[in-house]
């Protein structure tokens, strides 16, 4: 049960007060559409100059956030993805506003087994970047990773103390360094939940234990060098082991809030299209989760003529399709702007008529 902590209260009460009067009305405003009104919104963008205090602003959505899911049977997740390493682990403490200073931060999901077994049993802050958490096929990752790969698979399929699959996990780290770092790190010192999820998910991955034993006679000697075709073999087997933990991973956070902060550099994330954006659209998708995205304003007005790498309007349409979750009201969206954008031409007899679509869309982008 999570319970009200002695002055927890207070806790929250104390950041809302700390805000400036604009950036608590955003507050109220961005925290009304998420939870209390009739239709709420479940994703919402904040989107202001630098130097505004969108963090602050973060901070009092996630204290009115755990105000109201006080009292749950179950543990809150606070989920906080942004594109550098150093900036989310400064900020996820700095979202932290609970007394109890305990965080998890992985640089990626694989590794959150490390990380998982310290979470709280109330209100938990997480944090990882984005690029090394969902791209991880045909690629070999860390070598933390292999290690948990390695171990977790050894238990799921019994191949015992034999060199080949050593070899297989070891890829570019020095022999010595390997085989004494496999010797020390353990499974059983990685969560346990995850690590038994995974192991029953290899136990039915014939497909992959077909891509193991293949590869086996060619790593059972030690080479300083392996042909091509076995490497890339080698790699795509380690990229998709990579990626069903990643899976699991999804699974077990059930967050309730996900903060995106500078989403504008990691965007292909909200394009359900792209591959590498499914596993981050299973956080965005679970159950009574709320989305808050948090940039600079990531629009030009009007792209130069030099600039052909970029496509504002569609990069706004993309953007606006994420937050709605509506393939029609994006398009009576897109319909609304066209309207609008044919009238700024006949300005000098339309004012009035594009005055009004002007307020339409103002207050379909207000929700």
């Not at 956070?253 to 499914?278: A, G, H, M, W």
């Not at 031409?345 to 679509?357: C, I, P, T, V």
């Amino acid at each position: 049960m999570t319970a009200t902590r002695p002055g927890e209260e207070k806790e929250f009460s104390e950041v809302l007060t700390g805000l400036k009067d604009f950036q608590k009305q955003t507050v109220e405003y961005v925290f009304k559409k998420l939870f209390e009104d009739p239709n709420a919104s479940r994703r919402f963008l904040v989107a202001d100059e630098v130097g505004l205090g969108k963090t602050l602003v973060a901070r009092g959505i996630i204290a009115k956030t755990l105000k109201k899911l006080q009292g749950r049977k179950k543990s809150t997740d606070i989920l906080y993805i942004c594109a550098n390493a150093d900036i989310a682990r400064q900020n996820i403490n700095r979202l932290n506003i609970t007394k109890n200073k305990k965080t998890t931060f992985a640089t990626r999901l694989t590794l959150m087994p490390f990380n998982m077994q310290h979470l709280d049993e109330n209100i938990n802050f997480i944090a990882f970047t984005p690029y090394t958490s969902f791209h991880q096929h045909s690629s070999e990752g860390r070598f933390e990773e292999r290690i948990l790969l390695y171990h977790l698979l050894k238990e799921a399929w019994g191949f015992g103390n034999k060199a080949g699959p050593k070899n297989i996990f070891q890829c570019q780290v020095k022999a010595e360094n390997w085989h004494r770092v496999l010797k020390k790190q353990k499974y059983k010192e990685f969560d346990e939940e995850i690590g038994e999820l995974f192991i029953e998910n290899m136990r039915g991955r014939k497909d992959l234990r077909a891509t193991f034993d293949e590869l086996l006679p060619h790593f059972n000697v030690r080479k300083k060098k392996y042909p091509w075709e076995i490497n890339k073999k080698r790699l795509q087997f380690i990229g998709e082991l990579r990626h069903s933990l990643a899976s699991i991973c999804v699974e077990s956070l059930d967050p309730n809030l996900v903060i995106l902060d500078e989403f504008q550099r990691f965007r292909y994330l909200l394009d359900k299209d792209e591959v590498v954006s499914r596993l981050a659209q299973r956080l965005f998708e679970f159950p009574g989760v709320r989305v808050l995205l948090l940039s600079a304003t990531p629009y030009k007005m009007f792209s130069m003529s030099h600039e052909t790498d970029e496509d504002h309007y569609q990069d706004l349409v993309q953007t606006i399709g994420f937050l709605f979750n509506d393939d029609k009201k994006t398009e009576a969206f897109k319909n609304q702007l066209k309207n609008y954008r044919n009238l700024l031409y006949r300005l000098d007899r339309e004012a009035y008529k594009a005055k009004q679509e002007k307020e339409k869309l103002e207050s379909i982008l207000k929700e």
